[in-house]
Nanobody
Framework: QVQLVESGGGLVQAGGSLRLSCAAS????????MGWYRQVPEKQRELVAA???????NYADSVKGRFTISRDNAKNTVYLQMNSLKPEDTAVYYC???????????WGKGTLVTVSS
């Protein structure tokens, strides 16, 4: 099992920045890809960014050039640096970890990001 705890959400004005953190614990040896997803009411959860254990990254088109995902394997933590935030970035952001060993996806409880116009 893997446990994920997010932090760093909050209220920010448009054009501002926030950094989300996600700390993993438990069977961390099994984690391959980690990522951030977001969800707004009545819409499906969508991928924002992901990073493999080797550092390969993938971003949603809507955040390319504004968001940066990074990973500190020594601290078992993944970060999402969000710059030039827009009101449409408002959502609950969830951390995700994929375990190839257990063939499972794990989720944090989410952290709310609100961008005011």
């Amino acid at each position: 099992q893997v446990q994920l705890v997010e932090s760093g959400g909050g209220l920010v004005q448009a054009g501002g920045s926030l950094r989300l953190s996600c700390a993993a614990s438990g069977s961390i040896f099994s984690i391959s890809t980690m990522g951030w997803y977001r969800q707004v009411p009545e819409k499906q959860r969508e991928l924002v960014a992901a990073i493999t254990s080797g550092g390969i990254t993938n971003y949603a088109d809507s955040v390319k050039g504004r968001f940066t995902i990074s990973r500190d394997n020594a601290k078992n933590t993944v970060y999402l640096q969000m710059n030039s935030l827009k009101p449409e970035d408002t959502a609950v952001y969830y951390c995700n970890a994929h375990s190839t060993t257990f063939r499972a996806n794990y989720w944090g409880k989410g952290t709310l990001v609100t961008v005011s116009s």
